[in-house]
């Protein structure tokens, strides 16, 4: 083999850098919102639960 002529180094994909401020300030509005309307949903859910037992007719 002729080494005076090597192959170019295979070129590296840069490091992904973090996503901007506006990517991640949306990712984390949208978990907030998610956030709570599971938290309102589990009360909604809970409640319904508690009404539904107490009118259990008696036998």
């Known amino acids: 083999m002729d080494d ?7 070129s590296l994909d840069p ?5 901007p401020s506006h990517v991640k300030a ?6 907030q919102r998610l956030a709570a309307a599971l938290r309102d949903n589990l ?3 809970k ?3 508690r009404a539904a037992r ?6």
């Open 4 to 10: 005076s002529n090597p192959a170019p180094p295979p």
């Open 15 to 19: 490091v992904p850098t973090e996503p």
């Open 26 to 31: 949306a990712a984390g509005a949208r978990a």
């Open 43 to 45: 009360k909604r859910r």
């Open 47 to 49: 409640a319904a639960g």
């Open 54 to 59: 107490t009118v259990k007719p008696s036998n």
